[in-house]
């Protein structure tokens, strides 16, 4: 633990860490969300399968194009514009009535983090030295997948207590929160 306290005085990396914590559990409180909002819906495990599909189609259709808009583009620009537009779409989930509106949202989803990934691997080596690159990476997969973790459980607990439409408020909430906290940082 003592070699990831130099990133964590580090603001630029404590920045994009801390958006990437944020905005990642919301996003997987709301998948589970989701999930269960299009089986409550549908009643069928066939439309699970379409649903997770309809997250992986933009991974196939933008991958190859990712890196390149993330080289030509501000990337901290392409995180903050995805986080927002993420916020606006999870919020629009619980108006909307039918499946096929939610797998056209969950894809919109899918979209946004195509792009926030790659641009935050892609800003890392402009925010830590070459000799913490390594560390940054590690504490970055280290929290995802701790997150991966934490997050379903908590969307699953948030959604037997309140029901869906507040696990999509609060994801919409974390989306805004990482946009703020990439905002007020002072990227150089």
Same mark, same amino acid.
């Given at each position: ?9 580090? /603001? ?32 069928? /495990?066939? @439309? ?34 995805? @986080? ?12 909307? !009535?039918?499946?096929? !509106? ?11 983090? !195509?792009?926030?990934?790659? #641009?935050?691997?892609?800003?890392? /080596?402009?925010?830590?030295?070459? @000799?913490?690159?390594?560390? #940054? ?28 439409? /507040? ?20 990227? !150089?």
């Amino acid at each position: 633990m003592n070699r990831f306290l130099p990133l964590l005085r580090n /603001p630029g990396f404590r920045a994009v860490w801390g958006a990437a914590v944020v905005s990642g559990l919301g996003d997987r409180i709301a998948t589970i969300a989701l999930y269960l909002l299009i089986f409550d819906l549908t009643g069928s /495990p066939v @439309d699970l399968g379409i649903l997770a599909a309809t997250q992986i189609v933009p991974a196939i259709l933008l991958g190859p194009i990712t890196g390149l808009v993330c080289d030509r583009t501000s990337r901290k620009g392409i995180m903050v514009t995805s @986080d927002l537009a993420s916020a606006v779409v999870v919020a629009t989930i619980p108006l909307v !009535q039918t499946a096929g !509106q939610i797998y056209l949202l969950a894809a919109l989803l899918g979209c946004g983090r !195509q792009f926030t990934g790659p #641009a935050r691997m892609a800003l890392l /080596p402009d925010v830590v030295g070459k @000799d913490q690159l390594g560390s #940054a990476n590690s504490l970055l997969m280290l929290t995802r997948n701790r997150v991966l973790l934490v997050g379903p459980a908590v969307g699953g607990a948030l959604v037997a207590w309140r029901g869906t439409d /507040p696990a999509f408020w609060l994801d919409a909430a974390t989306f805004v929160t990482s946009a703020a906290i990439l905002t007020l940082w002072r990227y !150089q």
